[in-house]
């Protein structure tokens, strides 16, 4: 199961869901799965709300930064900075 990497220590914690065996955590930013937030997934973002690419393994719970239930250029501006070490 993957939850947002700052809330796995309260799933792992958490009565019901602490019984699960694999819980793992998905970077927030990194829509595309390779374990790094880098600027690859600001263009997928864009890419995404263009709807110019969806690529199959794109994460669209990891691609919704600010967690307001969309994928939009908010979430895309959100990565750049944080990249570039900006919160």
């Known amino acids: 199961m993957?939850?947002?990497s700052e809330s796995i220590t309260a799933y792992k914690n958490a009565?019901?869901?602490k019984d699960?065996?694999?819980i793992k955590a998905i970077p927030t930013g990194d829509c595309n799965s390779?374990?790094?937030i880098t600027?690859?997934?600001a263009n997928a973002?864009?890419?995404y709300?263009?709807?110019t690419d969806k690529p199959e393994d794109f994460n669209e719970d990891a691609a919704d930064v600010n967690?307001?239930?969309q994928v939009t250029m908010a979430d895309a501006n959100m990565i750049v900075n944080m990249f570039l070490g900006g919160k």
């Open 15 to 17: 009565d019901g869901w």
């Open 20 to 22: 699960f065996d694999n």
């Open 39 to 41: 600027m690859a997934d």
């Open 45 to 47: 973002v864009v890419n």
């Open 49 to 51: 709300f263009l709807a």
């Open 2 to 4: 993957y939850v947002p």
């Open 34 to 36: 390779d374990g790094g």
């Open 67 to 69: 967690c307001d239930g």
